[in-house]
């Protein structure tokens, strides 16, 4: 049966009644996401941060210290061998698969600190300059660019090369580049998506999302150095300082018993002339 025009018009104010309503709670629900996005990028970056300011204070330490344990064992583990009839160079070739992959370990580990104290040394160097407006850009910025906020897959990516950008200039404490980046992409637009009942779905989900991000953020081992981090610099404490000294001294303990363990290499094999 054929549909009268005075159907057709009823129908018609039903579906943009029913569209303007789901735009309406698109809106609301799209603000919401926008909160939580920029409540949840805040806190991530902030614990990088902290992480960083941790790893520049004590984490080389930990991983001079850690080295320095990997040695010892296997200094001790070429004795054992010297004593079982190996000699020195047999030892170190028998061992050496044991600590190749511990040893690569450790210097990605290095790696990464010592990109962590750049970030750290550049933030430091801007520390004084713009520290009020820093944050109001960059927040700004993740309300306008961050990947959550839209469904397209291809803006999603675009956005998220645009958040790395935004998050290293906020890490490393540079105005000028935040606000260059801002200008770079003002002519950038969200890419619209014609259903809006999926629209709807897809943020609900993401709200969900970013809700629990926060909440497993939140139980990061580095949100409690975050907190001491901030309380100790309000009393202008530094907060590492015997944690610092307890491993310098576990340190130089570890150099005399390297010390020890090679003197007895040398005992054992008398071929061996340097280690």
Do not use: C
Request: glycine share 2%.
């Amino acid at each position: 049966m054929q549909q009268t025009a005075l159907q057709i018009i009823p129908t018609a104010k039903k579906e943009r009644a029913k569209k303007s309503q789901l735009l309406a709670v698109i809106k609301k629900k799209k603000e919401i996401l926008a909160k939580l996005v920029i409540k949840t990028e805040m806190l991530r970056v902030n614990l990088e941060m902290a992480k960083q300011e941790y790893m520049v204070k004590v984490g080389n330490l930990f991983l001079k210290d850690n080295q320095l344990d990997l040695e010892i064992i296997r200094l001790q583990n070429i004795i054992k061998l010297i004593d079982e009839g190996f000699t020195y160079e047999e030892a170190v070739n028998k061992i050496a698969k044991t600590y190749y992959a511990q040893q690569i370990e450790l210097e990605r580990e290095k790696q990464k600190a010592a990109e962590e104290e750049k970030i750290f040394m550049k933030r430091e160097e801007h520390k004084s300059e713009f520290a009020g407006d820093i944050k109001k850009v960059w927040k700004k910025l993740i309300a306008r660019f961050h990947p959550d906020l839209v469904q397209d897959s291809s803006e999603k990516k675009k956005r998220d090369t645009i958040m790395k950008e935004i998050n290293k200039a906020y890490q490393e404490g540079d105005y000028e580049r935040l606000v260059k980046i801002e200008q770079d992409h003002l002519a950038d637009r969200e890419t619209s998506i014609d259903n809006l009942e999926d629209i709807l779905l897809r943020v609900m989900n993401e709200i969900n999302e970013q809700t629990n991000i926060y909440a497993e953020l939140k139980e990061s081992e580095w949100h409690d150095w975050m907190i001491k981090i901030e309380k100790a610099k309000k009393k202008t404490v530094n907060i590492f300082a015997d944690t610092e000294r307890n491993l310098l001294n576990d340190i130089v303990a570890k150099f005399d018993v390297l010390k020890y363990l090679k003197a007895q290499i040398l005992q054992k094999d008398k071929k061996v002339t340097v280690l």
